[in-house]
Every structure is written in structure tokens, then in C-alpha cells.
């Protein structure tokens, strides 16, 4: 999952620069423990567009009662297109966004 995250905005970041990280992947012992592994990546296209990508990844499992916590595995990656209705002409298209 680590290494396609890495795919992942490495393709983003060919198109639009250097992202604003917050986290890293490097501690592989955290998977094991209820910190887990955490990365998120930000870009601002202008200022409508933004695109954010974030990793979870944990092993840990751990019941307490009727509670339990499972091990997570998740990627996202959002785009949002918060524009005025006059900049409509600026923004990407349905197809870029798709791509």
C-alpha cells in the first residue's frame, strides 16, 4: 500500500510540483502499534482547485469490552473544485478531473 501511495502522488506531483506533506511512512515498527502509520499530501492548484491525498495504515487490533479496534488500510485522494460561478472558465474540466 506504501509503495502505490507513492505512485499515487508521485504521478500528482509531476503534473503540479511539490505537495505540502505532513507525516512520513519511514517508521515501519509504528504498523504494529494504536499510532500507526499516518501521511497526508496537499496541493494548491489555485484558489478554487486543491488536491489532498492521505494514507492510514495500522495492524494494530485490540478489544476492550464491546469496543474493538481493527487494523486499517486506507488511501484517498480528493479533488476539489470550490469555484465562483465567474470562474468557471478557469477550472479543470470533468475529464481532467476524471483522469
Do not use: C, F
Not at 515498527?29 to 491525498?53: F, V
Amino acid at each position: 500500500m506504501i509503495k502505490k501511495y507513492l505512485e499515487l502522488i508521485g504521478e500528482v506531483s509531476k503534473k503540479y510540483g511539490k505537495s505540502i506533506q505532513e507525516g512520513n511512512l519511514d517508521n515501519l515498527d509504528l504498523l504494529n502499534s494504536s499510532e500507526g502509520l499516518h501521511r497526508s499530501d496537499e496541493w494548491k492548484i489555485n484558489d478554487s482547485i486543491s488536491i489532498s491525498a492521505n494514507i492510514d495504515l495500522s495492524e494494530h487490533y485490540e478489544r476492550q469490552g464491546m469496543m474493538a479496534t481493527v487494523p486499517t488500510h486506507k488511501i484517498r485522494l480528493y479533488v476539489m473544485n470550490e469555484r465562483e460561478e465567474e470562474d468557471a472558465g478557469n477550472a479543470l474540466s470533468k475529464e481532467k478531473i476524471g483522469l
